[in-house]
């Protein structure tokens, strides 16, 4: 099955830095990949996804890469801001056929941002 | 936020126990998924439901059991609770079967 490495475990920034959080998968054929965002006490929310067949994805301070042919992606946080430390979760997927959208989730990443 | 609702939110029982956790959706989704969530493990799937009465086992199934008789319900049984049970369970729905998904606010379920 699908196995998803996440990097770092934690990351600790000052605010207005940049952070970024890598993940590789292990299943060539896995064609989507969300990014969950955690907050305390609370159920992941998705914050960005990417499909296979785009390399690249933004949404305001938010980016997602892809890199298919190492099976990797990340996530670029820009110009961070104290509500953005949360834990940070990526996960992969085979969609269509019967698949059914299971996804497999990386360990997290614990992302403090310093004012 | 989707309508998703877990009960019960916190949940303290004894090893041998049985223990029903109960996922509630308003928005009439045909994907419905149980995850749990323990330290350095991320999130892991246990069970998903793709319409009422289909269900089929996740990454880690053994010593869980699902139910879903109606499409607003999904049910996760643990028939005899160990204390490696003891976790976060996470219910999400998903309209489509590649689209987002989104998740209730979870149980906290302690086994002593």
């Known amino acids: 099955g699908e196995n998803v490495e996440q990097h770092p475990s934690t990351l600790s920034v000052q605010e207005g830095d940049s952070a970024v959080i890598k993940c590789t998968y292990s299943?060539?054929?896995?064609?989507?990949f969300p990014w969950y965002k955690q907050e305390l006490g609370k159920g992941p929310q998705l914050i960005i996804d990417i499909r296979s067949n785009v390399g690249e994805k933004k949404d305001q301070r938010i980016a997602v890469t892809l890199n298919k042919t190492a099976k990797h992606f990340s996530l670029h946080i820009t110009e961070t801001q104290p509500e953005d430390s949360a834990v940070y979760f990526c996960?992969?997927?085979?969609?269509?056929?019967?698949?059914?959208?299971?996804?497999?989730f990386g360990q997290g990443t614990i992302l403090t941002v310093h004012p | 936020d989707a309508g998703i609702t877990q009960s019960p939110r916190h949940k303290v029982t004894e090893t041998g126990t049985p223990v029903t956790l109960r996922c509630h959706q308003t928005e009439n989704h045909r994907y419905m998924y149980w995850y749990r969530q323990d330290p350095g493990h991320g999130l892991r799937l246990i069970h998903y439901s793709y319409g009422v009465k289909d269900t089929d086992k996740g990454e880690v199934s053994d010593g869980y059991s699902v139910s879903r008789s109606k499409t607003e319900d999904f049910l996760l049984t643990l028939e005899s609770a160990t204390s490696s049970q003891t976790s976060v369970y996470f219910c999400?729905?998903?309209?489509?079967?590649?689209?987002?998904?989104?998740f209730g606010p979870g149980t906290r379920l302690t086994v002593l």
């Open positions: 996960a992969a997927s085979l969609t269509g056929g019967t698949s059914c959208g299971k996804l497999t």
């Open positions: 999400a729905i998903s309209e489509y079967a590649d689209n987002e998904q989104f």
């Open positions: 299943d060539s054929a896995s064609n989507y």
